[in-house]
C-alpha cells in the first residue's frame, strides 16, 4: 500500500489513526463511492472518516469530486458536480438509475420507509416497470438488470440478495444515497427527454391519414419512415 505525504501528515495530528488506515479508507470508498455505516465494516471506516472529515474533504476535492457526509442517515461517499451536465442520449444504465431515484422519491412521498430509517423497498419487477414507462415498451432482460443492480448495489447505493435466482423478483432497497448520485436537475432532463421519446414513438405509430383534400393536384403524401431504433 503506498501511503501519501497527505496521509502522513493527517496521522501525525491524530494520534488515534495512521496514515495507513486513512490510506485503507480513502481507497475503499473511492473504489465503492459510498460506504453506509451500517455496512460490514462500514462503521470503523464512517467514523474514521468523520473524525478526519477535513482531511478527506479536501482530498477527495483534490480529485474534483464534492464530498459527502450525511451523519444524520450514517453515509459518506463523493459525487462529480458535473457528471451529467453533456448527458444526451441515457444509457441503459443511466435510465435504471433514474428508475431507482423516481421509485424512491415516490415511495419517500408516502413515507414508505423501511424501519424507520431513509431506505425504501421496492421489488425488481417494479424497476422494469418504470424502466419500460420510461424506453417506450422496452424491458432489459432479467440478467441484464440484475447485472446493473450488481454495480450499483457495490457503489452503495442500493441492497438485496444476489442469491435469488433470475425467474425471482427480488426485493431490492434503495438507499437515501440515490438522492446524492441523481440530483433534481438531473431527474428534471430525463424527464424532459422520457417524454419527447414517448411523444415521438406516439407519432411514428399512428397511422398515415393519407394526403389532404387541399393537397396540389400531382402531388402525393409519402409514407412515413419509421425511427431508427
Not at 33 to 54: E, M, V
Not at 169 to 174: C, F, K, L, Q, Y
Request: with cysteine.
Amino acid at each position: 500500500m503506498t501511503v501519501s505525504r497527505w496521509a502522513t501528515r493527517q496521522a501525525s495530528q491524530d494520534p488515534n489513526v495512521t496514515a495507513e488506515e486513512l490510506t485503507e479508507t480513502a481507497n475503499r470508498l473511492l473504489h465503492r463511492q459510498f460506504i453506509t455505516r451500517g455496512d460490514p465494516g462500514g462503521a470503523s471506516h464512517f467514523d474514521r472518516i468523520a473524525h478526519n472529515l477535513d482531511y478527506f474533504k479536501d482530498l477527495f476535492g483534490s480529485f474534483g469530486f464534492r464530498f459527502i457526509h450525511n451523519d444524520a442517515w450514517g453515509y459518506v461517499g463523493y459525487v462529480s458536480p458535473v457528471a451529467f451536465n453533456n448527458t444526451r442520449v441515457p444509457t441503459q444504465e443511466t435510465i435504471v438509475l433514474l428508475c431507482l431515484r423516481l421509485l424512491y422519491s415516490e415511495g419517500a412521498e408516502k413515507c414508505y420507509f423501511v424501519d424507520s430509517s431513509a431506505q425504501i423497498l421496492v421489488e425488481e419487477e417494479e424497476i422494469q416497470t418504470v424502466f419500460s414507462s420510461m424506453s417506450g415498451g422496452r424491458t432489459l432482460k432479467p440478467g441484464e438488470l440484475r447485472d446493473i443492480l450488481i454495480t450499483f448495489k457495490r457503489r452503495g447505493l442500493l441492497t438485496f440478495d444476489q442469491s435469488h435466482s433470475l425467474q425471482v423478483s427480488a426485493d431490492v432497497t434503495i438507499r437515501p444515497t440515490i438522492t446524492e448520485v441523481v440530483d433534481e436537475s438531473f431527474l428534471a432532463r430525463l424527464e424532459t427527454w422520457a417524454e419527447q421519446s414517448s411523444d415521438a414513438r406516439r407519432n411514428a405509430e399512428e397511422p398515415d391519414s393519407g394526403a389532404s383534400d387541399d393537397e396540389p393536384e400531382g402531388t402525393s403524401a409519402e409514407p412515413k419512415e419509421e425511427p431508427a431504433p
